[in-house]
Nanobody
Framework: QVQLVESGGGLVQPGGSLRLSCTAA????????MGWYRQAPGKQRELVAS???????NYLDSVRGRFTISGSNAKNMVYLQMNSLKPEDTAVYYC?????????WGQGTQVTVSS
């Protein structure tokens, strides 16, 4: 049984920064993809960023240049550095880790961007 635990969310003013962390309670092998989704009230869940074991990255157009996804050497942690935050970034952020047979999810962490 694998658990992903998220941290780093909170309240930040527009233009500020947050760094989200996602930690696996146990080691996960054969990871091929990690990433972050977000869901704002009344909106569909959207993929914010993803990274493969080969370090190929993909970003939502609205966050490209502001957010950076990265992982640990062991690929058991994934991070999302968020800079120049905007009110539209307000959402619950969920990390995920993909192996060939399943997708593991974090519990979600609230990010609120407001003055």
């Amino acid at each position: 049984q694998v658990q992903l635990v998220e941290s780093g969310g909170g309240l930040v003013q527009p233009g500020g920064s947050l760094r989200l962390s996602c930690t696996a309670a146990g080691r996960i092998f054969s990871i091929y993809n990690m990433g972050w989704y977000r869901q704002a009230p009344g909106k569909q869940r959207e993929l914010v960023a993803s990274i493969t074991t080969g370090n190929s990255t993909n970003y939502l157009d609205s966050v490209r240049g502001r957010f950076t996804i990265s992982g640990s050497n062991a690929k058991n942690m994934v991070y999302l550095q968020m800079n120049s935050l905007k009110p539209e970034d307000t959402a619950v952020y969920y990390c995920h880790v993909d192996v060939p047979t399943k997708r593991y999810w974090g519990q979600g962490t609230q990010v609120t961007v407001s003055s």
